[in-house]
């Protein structure tokens, strides 16, 4: 390709120029303390005041339920363990899915190491959480259901009316990875009963570094942060000014264009998943059809391995990513993949291009272009794929 070409908004994306513009007055003009009484902080602080009631307003919620936090890590760790904490006179048992986040998965393991019990609910084929058998989960000292909203890698989007129907009805708190859903599809946290919900600015062209914990009111929750009052004195510190105006920015934006971005990408999305199953052989795509985030394409190429694509289509000038935990050092297929029933060689040949707003009809042909002769030619190279075309006689 000619420019880069940026299909990996799920990892991050780049803050929009308005969100920047918004928030440098921030650093150097505008510096005031927030908790200050002149009025160079209250300045920062009506500011703040009005970056809370745009995210509260994107959610259906009011100000008060919003915490900002350092972005979606924060948010879960948070809401898990604090939870936790706070109802483990109640019970000590959580119930979440084989498919979350390692923000959630991983602060599971550290409640099971302080004596909490975790049930992990298996997926479909698709990614979809299994109702009977989250119901069937639940015993009386379940004090938390976490569920994420929509899955980062196959784009899946959970029921999450029902399982937060499934959650109040037996009085359990309910909290949601919306990381990846958070204006690519309507949240209503009253509709969804929804008591907490995670989210991450630099996921929605914001900065880096940011968030929010929603936090219904009347929910028991730990301080994260001891310290000053901020934060109705749970998450204390001085204010991160710049990002929570740039967040504040990055919503209202989003919130207002999310019905013509999502139907465009929509429209790429589905362009680039029937491209890639009329040109390239022996591929499949993961997670849901329908149930599927707006920007999300996830296939599994036969013989062929998800790393080597990456290093040929960053030579072509292509940002995307694979099925593999390559971040952590290892060669693990990702625990999503085999959650939804691949077999390890398939899991290892697996791409996921996710779109972003600025993605260009142009740069997605371009780019199953690319796929298409990237993939025939790490074919062209596999023993496994030679023998497989003598055995089945080569029809293609
Ligand atoms: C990116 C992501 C996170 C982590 O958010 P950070 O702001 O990078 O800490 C958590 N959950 C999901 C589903 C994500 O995609």
Known sequence: MDHLVYLDH??????RPEVVEAMLPYFTEKYGNPSSIYSLGSET????????????????????????TAGGSESDNWALVATAEAYASKGKHIITSKIEHHAILHTCDYLASRGYEI?????????VIKLDQLKAAIRPDTILISVMFANN??????????????????????????VQAYCQVPIDVGKMHIDMLSISGHKINGPKGIGFLYIRKGVKIRSFIHGGAQERKRRAGTENVPSIVGLG???EMAVADMEERTSKEIELRDRMIDAIYKRIPYARLNGDRTRRLPNNVNFSFQFVEGESMLIMLDMAHICASSGSACTSGSLDPSH?????????????????LTLGYDNTQEEIDGVVDEIEKIVARLRSMSPLYEDFIKKTGGNK
């Open 119 to 127: 049930t992990y609910i298996d997926v479909d084929e698709n990614g």
């Open 10 to 15: 799920a990892a991050t994306t780049a803050a």
């Open 153 to 178: 890698e196959i784009g899946t989007i959970q029921p999450i009316e029902e399982i937060g129907a499934i959650a109040k009805e037996h009085g359990i708190l309910f909290h949601t990875d919306a």
């Open 45 to 68: 602080k009506a500011a703040i005041t009005h970056a809370r009631e745009i995210m509260a307003k994107s959610i259906g919620t009011t100000s008060e339920n919003i915490y900002f």
């Open 249 to 251: 920015k990055a919503v």
């Open 336 to 352: 999503v993949l085999l959650a939804i029933g691949l077999p390890h060689e398939i899991a290892h040949g697996s791409l996921r």
